[in-house]
């Protein structure tokens, strides 16, 4: 159960579910680890498991033959799938990369889908995350159109201070899609 311990205190505080399909969906995870440096999702390829971050620092990214521009962290326990293309069916546009040793607990798509037809709770977690994942992209493109570099790391400063302490500043500095040189003279200018 230690190895649960994380997704049952995300499920209790971010999408009660009734005790008897919890259980049953823990029942359903494995748990997978993987090394710092290895990609976990890769581009042009299809979602058909559910992952669920239990612990470790996880970089998403775009990329091009010549850049790589991070769009996301994960730091905390979470689920990190592509929810679109998990859900879509449908090849994913994006990469995953482990910043430090990573466990996850994972589900393969026809489990997952089996417990949502079984279970009305499950049908309200992936609309209540389709929301949420929404709603993070809307304020991602809002942010990025709007407001300067300055003004985004100083946001990071309030609403995300963990990814400021375990995510290297070089992919900070792509994420606000600047130099790590800019960054450095952002971060002197604010301290």
Known sequence: ???????????????PLNQ?????????????????????????TLEHQLRFLNHGNIREYYATKNKETNINFYTKPQFITDLLAFNNDSKTRKFQECLTEVELLTIDKAKFRSHLEKYTCGKEFVKASFQKLFR????????????????????????????????????????????????????????
Do not use: C
């Open 1 to 15: 159960m230690s190895s649960l311990r994380e997704i049952a205190i995300f499920f209790e505080t971010e999408h």
């Open 136 to 191: 993070h992209k809307e304020l991602l493109e809002y942010n990025r159109i709007t407001k300067t570099p300055e003004d985004l790391y100083k946001e990071l400063l309030i609403y995300k201070p963990d990814w400021l302490q375990k995510i290297p500043q070089y992919h900070i500095a792509s994420y606000l899609n600047i130099t790590p040189e800019t960054l450095s003279r952002i971060r002197k200018r604010i301290s």
């Open 20 to 44: 008897e399909g919890l259980q049953e969906l823990f029942d359903s995870f494995s748990v997978k680890n993987y090394q710092k440096g290895s990609i976990i999702l890769h581009e042009d």
